[in-house]
């Protein structure tokens, strides 16, 4: 079976731009999160969305976005760039909001210039 | 809002010695306690996880962890450690019943000498 998938694997971008991040969860999994992941530091929440509807939000800036799509995959978008951005952004997907396990991508690397 | 503590950022160990990493969260109501491991170049794995009963639960790759209330603390141990368990160890906290958000704490880095 296919874990969750996550692209693209590394990301350059210069300050100020826009990015969008993709995530396409495990089959039959309906949730995603996004967690950001600063260099030695734990991941921190970013957002959740169930059945297309954001269900969590952590404490981040406006210029942090993201969407469910029908086929429960999602976006993660970052607008105005700022080089404290550069992180690994990480995915997580389970069942349902309450499921208790949530299963990791293996990321994405923002590097911010 | 809830926070997560691991005291030791570094630790080195060599093949067979015994392993603590110590887990400190704060809050007062009901948690579920998570371990997560990241090995190099891999995903974030669950080691093991608590939500009720046992205080000591036991994951994968022969980890432990004893849930401790009255100390607010969730602390992995193994008894042996192998060169295959050198790796990122990240304690994580969900408040209540709900799969909202992890809370993570900012992580060991463990490496084993052979």
């Known amino acids: 079976d296919a874990g969750v998938t996550q692209s693209p694997t590394h990301l350059i971008k210069t300050r100020g731009q826009h990015v969008t991040l993709r995530c396409s969860p495990i089959?039959?999994?309906?949730?995603v999160s996004w967690y950001q992941q600063v260099l030695g530091q734990g991941p921190q929440f970013i957002f959740q969305?169930?059945?297309?509807?954001?269900?969590g939000r952590g404490n981040f800036p406006d210029r942090f976005s993201a969407r469910q799509f029908p086929n429960y995959s999602s976006e993660l978008n970052v607008n105005a760039l700022l080089l404290g951005d550069s992180a690994l952004y990480l995915c997580?997907?389970?069942?349902?909001?309450?499921?208790?396990?949530?299963?990791f991508g293996p990321g994405t690397r923002l590097t911010v210039t | 809002a809830q926070s997560v503590s691991q005291h030791n950022h570094h630790v080195i160990l060599s093949e067979a010695a015994s392993l603590e990493l110590g887990c400190n969260y704060s809050?007062?109501?009901?948690?579920?306690l998570f371990w997560y491991v990241q090995y190099p170049g891999q995903h974030l794995q669950l080691l093991l996880k608590?939500?009720?009963?046992?205080?000591l639960v036991k994951g994968i790759k022969g980890f432990e962890a004893e849930f401790i209330k009255s100390k607010f603390s969730f602390n992995l141990r193994k008894p042996s450690v192998q060169w295959s368990d050198t790796a990122e160890y990240f304690c994580?906290?969900?408040?209540?019943?709900?799969?909202?958000?992890?809370?993570f704490g900012g992580g060991t880095r463990l490496m084993v000498k052979p």
């Open positions: 809050y007062g109501g009901t948690v579920n």
């Open positions: 608590y939500f009720s009963g046992d205080p």
């Open positions: 994580a906290v969900n408040v209540g019943n709900a799969g909202n958000m992890l809370t």
């Open positions: 997580a997907s389970r069942g349902t909001p309450s499921s208790w396990e949530q299963y």
């Open positions: 089959s039959g999994h309906k949730s």
């Open positions: 969305y169930y059945e297309k509807e954001e269900r």
